[in-house]
């Protein structure tokens, strides 16, 4: 057999087999550091309901566990039986005894010694990637997703040049699910168009004057028409 060649044995060309379709990136929203439930609870039906959202990241106010655990069961109801996966911004000893379905970490040797933890049956997804070794290295240790271009401890982040550069080489060459950070609507048209499979997006979302919901159905007609402008352009690139 001759993959390379783009022969295949029956005599099947593959140089002409279409490329499948990349499917609809979708939105992975990050909630305001959560201290009251209360409000946060009220708005997040009809959020989920209003959009296509995957994975919602809650950021818990630091304080006793018993607390943000309370404060992680008030929610778990309104994300998972929206469909949506409910994750932690870190504090991986509370994901099991919360009900949560895993844990967004921050750095390599964050997610490998939360992986005992998590592992099997939770998500494990990591961020603080500076370089390509360092996302290569994640993936290999097991890693559900990575992220790109969030903001780090003070809060300097790369260029959304950069960011869309590093989301462009992940797609083309890897398989775990990349994740976009969009601090703007139109950072996350650029991070849907690069390749992401899923664009987080937060603090402009809970900002806008409009109102989230406004702003959260915004952001999936973005990212919508992000990835019909790319599609096209690789259909028309195929023909």
Do not use: N
């Not at 699910?177 to 969009?182: D, I, L, N, T, Y």
Request: aromatic letters at 4%; glycine letters at 10%.
């Amino acid at each position: 057999m001759e993959g390379r060649s783009g022969k295949e044995e029956g005599g099947i060309d593959l140089a002409t087999k279409p490329v499948p379709p990349r499917p609809v990136p979708r939105l992975y929203l990050a909630t305001p550091v959560v201290d009251d439930p209360a409000p946060l609870l009220a708005s997040l039906p009809g959020l989920l309901a209003g959009a296509d959202v995957a994975a919602v990241l809650v950021r818990l106010k630091p304080t006793d566990q018993r607390t943000m655990i309370s404060r992680i069961k008030a929610l778990a109801p309104a994300i998972q039986d929206s469909g949506a996966a409910l994750l932690l911004d870190g504090h991986v000893e509370l994901v099991a005894r919360a009900g949560a379905d895993g844990a967004h970490l921050t750095g390599i040797e964050a997610m490998e010694d939360a992986l005992p933890t998590l592992k099997p049956d939770r998500i494990a997804g990591v961020g603080g990637l500076t370089t390509r070794h360092d996302s290569m290295a994640a993936s290999e240790a097991g890693a559900d997703y990575v992220l790109f271009g969030e903001p780090d401890a003070r809060g300097q982040r790369p260029s959304i040049e950069a960011i869309t550069e590093r989301l462009q080489w992940w797609a083309e060459l890897f398989e775990p699910p990349c994740v976009g950070f969009a601090a703007s609507r139109e950072e996350a048209y650029e991070v849907a168009a690069a390749g992401a499979d899923f664009v987080l997006v937060g603090d402009f979302i809970w900002a806008d004057p409009r109102g989230a919901a406004a702003a959260l159905m915004d952001a999936e007609q973005t990212v919508r028409q992000a990835h019909a402008a790319t599609s096209g352009k690789a259909k028309a690139e195929q023909e």
